[in-house]
């Protein structure tokens, strides 16, 4: 009796493993199984503080006038306007914000060494030279955005101030060469583009208008007015967004 119950001990114990191997993975296939979660990409921000760097083109017009004392004492005046234009190069500052979705407001501060030059050939006056040296702007911005946020339009508005370099050395009576500091204001736009979350380039475009100028005289009879000028500007740029999601 003890032989046949020690018996089926063992059968029950030999048995107990595979039963449960079976039944375990039965159990298993029956619990619910979660799909693995998909987060969305995060739209593109604009908020935060960006600097870059950028190149460009410039185009001026100026409507300087003069008068002239030859040695034989006849009083000549020219009035002209010419064109000027050449390079420029700098950077910019600036911080933006976004509200409402996808618009996008900022303020910019930029500066542009230039080399955008010309001279003025008239048959009273004579030979006259102009170098605009550097531009600065300060600036508000508005912009909409588009394509998941990466895509930024805006138009901007300000302050303006350039530095110019006028020589008369060749002029019919010849005078002196002079600089002069002009302030005025800037309209513009742009289209700019985020490719990398810290990274955006752009295109932009600026007029600026700087009033009239200042005049100066020499020999006592002699006068040059350097007049009205606007400068019209095309950049591109990149950015680096330093401060900001």
Known sequence: MKKIALTKLLLLASVSPVALGLIAPAGAADLPVKAPRVVAAPAYSWTGCYAGVHLGWGWGHQDPSGTAVSSAAAVSAGAHGFESSGGLYGGQLGC??????????????????????GTWNDPII???????NWIASVVGRLGVTTWNNQLLF??????AW????????????P????????SG??????VEWAFMPRWSTFVDFSYYDFGDGSTVAWNGTNTFSTGRQHIEAVKIGLNYKFIGP
């Open 185 to 190: 204001w800037t309209v513009g736009g742009g």
């Open 162 to 173: 350039d530095h110019n370099h006028w020589d008369l050395s060749t002029a019919f009576v």
């Open 96 to 117: 933006n914000y976004q509200f409402a979705s996808n618009w996008v407001a900022g303020i910019e501060g930029g500066i542009s060494g230039a080399n955008i030059h």
């Open 154 to 159: 805006y138009v901007k508005g300000g302050a």
């Open 175 to 182: 005078g002196p060469s002079f600089s002069e500091d002009r």
């Open 126 to 132: 004579g030979t006259v030279g102009l170098r605009t």
